[in-house]
């Protein structure tokens, strides 16, 4: 295990209503002006908007409000959330919807402080020293942003999709409800899954050795989501499969499972320009090429993904073969993929063939020109890995 520093700051408020005491618990936190940045409609509809509020004003907090964010998040509603966020003076900025809202509420929280461009700090070029109070009230399960210290934004005048890790995205708040999740699309339950899954798996392919013990976290962790997300699927209101799922979200990306291990991140990266470009969503591109980048990457460690195939999909272990249970693994994950109705192939979000050296030449690598620290994938591995699912 290697050394680490875990603090997670974010106080989770969980049950069923409890967006109705949001503003008890951010008045107790010196909240007294806040922007709520809210998705596209849902949170209207559902009246989810007008609780939030209610329960906001009733605790003496001013509020104002930007909404409309979509899907893979863009840059411009930021610029326009920090401007708001600067003119009301706020205190806090409140994420109101899927990751989308979240993660663009984390982007101003950041941005409003800032004497320059917010886009500095997911090119790269600075990294944030303070930011806005962050309040988070989730209604969808995937990103897991209401616990995680991560962003993702897309530019989209440069059409680049950029993420951001600092303590100061972190939100001090997360009002948690199951039974806002019950109305999602199927597809976007499964999606969840997917991308909950996908976190995991960024922090469970390591080199680090000795991690017994956030090894058997993250395998029971995933264990639960694949047998609650079947239950989400096929009963809408199911309450105790739904608040698994929740949860599972948040412990996957709020770090409980990474500390003290070397994370990739690497599958992630891939995706990147498949949601820049053909706004595949995120956890779609990531159950069509995750399975392909692990069998790109089981020569590397084929006793981790035997350990995978055994521990967390219940292949029988080959002895003999450690890289033929792996590979009975890796097929039964994407065939449980496939059973959530998730696509298996590239041209699912309409890319063509003559796409992919294009989206390999414009993978996010690093100054040693490769992706990932699980074994770092060179430029040809990246290609290999967008071939093997374009069929």
């Given at each position: 295990?290697n050394?680490?520093?875990?603090h997670?700051?974010?106080r989770?408020?969980?049950?069923?209503?409890?967006?109705?005491d949001?503003?008890?618990?951010?008045f107790?936190?010196?909240?007294?002006?806040?922007?709520?940045?809210?998705?596209?409609?849902?949170?209207?509809?559902?009246?989810?908007?007008?609780?939030?509020?209610?329960?906001?004003?009733?605790?003496?907090?001013?509020?104002?409000?930007?909404?409309?964010?979509?899907?893979?998040p863009l840059?411009?509603?930021v610029?326009?959330?920090?401007?708001?966020?600067?003119?009301?003076?706020?205190?806090?900025?409140?994420?109101?919807?899927?990751?989308?809202?979240?993660?663009?509420?984390?982007?101003?929280?950041?941005?409003?402080?800032?004497?320059?461009?917010f886009?500095?700090f997911?090119?790269g070029?600075?990294?944030?020293?303070?930011?806005?109070?962050?309040?988070?009230?989730?209604?969808?399960?995937?990103?897991?942003?209401?616990?995680?210290?991560?962003?993702?934004?897309?530019?989209?005048?440069?059409?680049?999709?950029?993420?951001?890790?600092?303590?100061?995205?972190?939100?001090?708040?997360?009002?948690?409800?199951?039974?806002?999740?019950?109305?999602?699309?199927r597809?976007?339950?499964?999606?969840?899954?997917?991308?909950?899954?996908?976190?995991?798996?960024?922090?469970?392919?390591?080199?680090?050795?000795?991690?017994?013990?956030?090894?058997a976290?993250?395998?029971?962790?995933?264990?639960?989501?694949?047998?609650?997300?079947?239950?989400t699927?096929?009963?809408?209101?199911?309450?105790?499969?739904h608040?698994?799922?929740?949860?599972a979200?948040?412990?996957?990306?709020?770090?409980?499972?990474?500390?003290?291990?070397?994370?990739?991140?690497?599958?992630?990266?891939?995706?990147?320009?498949?949601?820049?470009r053909?706004?595949?969503?995120h956890?779609?591109?990531?159950?069509?090429?995750?399975?392909?980048?692990?069998?790109?990457?089981?020569?590397?460690?084929?006793?981790?993904?035997?350990?995978?195939?055994?521990?967390?999909?219940?292949?029988?272990?080959?002895?003999?073969?450690?890289?033929?249970?792996?590979?009975?693994?890796?097929?039964?994950?994407?065939?449980?993929?496939?059973?959530?109705?998730?696509?298996?192939?590239?041209?699912?979000?309409?890319?063509?063939?003559?796409?992919?050296?294009?989206?390999?030449?414009?993978?996010?690598?690093?100054?040693?020109?490769t992706?990932?620290?699980?074994?770092?994938?060179?430029?040809?591995?990246?290609?290999?890995?967008?071939?093997?699912?374009?069929?």
């Amino acid at each position: 295990m290697n050394p680490f520093v875990f603090h997670s700051p974010t106080r989770y408020v969980v049950g069923p209503q409890a967006e109705k005491d949001t503003g008890r618990y951010a008045f107790e936190l010196g909240v007294r002006r806040v922007l709520i940045v809210s998705g596209q409609g849902s949170v209207l509809r559902s009246g989810l908007l007008e609780r939030v509020r209610a329960s906001l004003h009733e605790s003496g907090i001013a509020v104002r409000e930007l909404s409309g964010i979509v899907p893979n998040p863009l840059s411009s509603p930021v610029y326009q959330g920090i401007g708001l966020a600067r003119e009301m003076k706020a205190d806090a900025i409140l994420g109101l919807g899927g990751a989308s809202a979240i993660d663009t509420a984390k982007a101003i929280a950041v941005g409003a402080p800032y004497q320059g461009d917010f886009w500095d700090f997911y090119s790269g070029n600075a990294a944030p020293k303070e930011g806005l109070m962050l309040i988070a009230i989730p209604t969808l399960s995937a990103a897991g942003s209401e616990g995680s210290n991560s962003s993702v934004i897309t530019n989209d005048k440069l059409t680049l999709k950029r993420g951001l890790r600092s303590p100061f995205i972190r939100p001090h708040l997360a009002m948690m409800n199951p039974v806002l999740t019950f109305t999602v699309p199927r597809e976007q339950k499964a999606c969840g899954a997917a991308d909950i899954l996908s976190h995991v798996f960024e922090r469970y392919f390591t080199n680090t050795q000795d991690v017994a013990l956030t090894d058997a976290l993250a395998e029971a962790l995933m264990r639960q989501v694949i047998q609650a997300a079947p239950r989400t699927l096929e009963n809408p209101e199911d309450y105790a499969a739904h608040a698994d799922i929740m949860w599972a979200g948040t412990m996957a990306h709020n770090d409980t499972v990474g500390v003290g291990r070397e994370q990739d991140w690497g599958c992630h990266a891939l995706t990147n320009v498949l949601s820049a470009r053909f706004g595949a969503p995120h956890g779609a591109a990531l159950a069509v090429l995750f399975p392909s980048w692990m069998e790109e990457q089981m020569p590397h460690d084929p006793a981790r993904f035997a350990q995978f195939a055994v521990n967390v999909m219940n292949m029988p272990n080959d002895f003999r073969n450690a890289s033929a249970t792996g590979i009975a693994g890796i097929r039964r994950l994407r065939a449980l993929f496939t059973s959530w109705g998730l696509p298996q192939s590239l041209k699912a979000f309409g890319v063509q063939e003559k796409d992919l050296a294009r989206f390999a030449d414009e993978a996010p690598y690093n100054t040693t020109g490769t992706i990932g620290f699980y074994r770092p994938l060179k430029h040809d591995n990246v290609l290999s890995i967008y071939r093997r699912v374009f069929t």
